[in-house]
């Protein structure tokens, strides 16, 4: 696998790197995905509008890059991560199920401040239909 490391973004306004990163695709950024899922912590960057979707697109191989999302204390990160990349999939969504579970039945103080509890019960309420 050729080293894509140079291809991560610099600043939330490099959008040819982020755009050089959709364009190669998965699974040849695997090795970036912790890195790129870093960018999901403030929706409104111009870089994460670009690799959303991508991202988005990914879906289940995702999941055990987001356990340590799920368990750091950045609630806004984690609100962001559920809304963009696990709601829209259902495989994804399955496999991090243990963690909506938790979130979703027994969240932190914090977690219910930023409404992380109501997207984790509104994804595992979806799973459920």
């Known amino acids: 696998m050729p080293n894509t490391a140079h ?3 610099v600043d939330k306004h490099d959008l040819p790197k982020a ?3 959709v364009a190669l695709g998965y699974p040849a950024v695997d090795a970036l995905l912790p890195a790129l899922l870093a960018w999901m912590q403030d929706i409104n960057w111009p870089v994460t509008k670009v690799l959303t979707p991508f991202l988005a697109g990914i879906g289940e ?9 799920f368990e750091s204390e950045d609630y806004v990160w984690k609100y ?3 809304e963009k990349l ?3 999939s259902s495989q994804l969504a399955a496999a991090v199920e243990p963690h909506l579970l938790r979130m979703a039945l027994n969240p932190s103080a914090g977690e219910t401040d930023e409404g ?3 997207i984790a019960r509104r994804i595992l ?5």
């Open 7 to 9: 291809l991560l973004p």
């Open 19 to 21: 755009e050089a990163i």
């Open 61 to 69: 191989p995702l999941a055990p890059h987001l356990h340590a999302i």
């Open 80 to 82: 962001w991560v559920l």
């Open 86 to 88: 696990v709601d829209p």
């Open 116 to 118: 992380v509890d109501v």
């Open 125 to 129: 309420a979806k799973r459920a239909a």
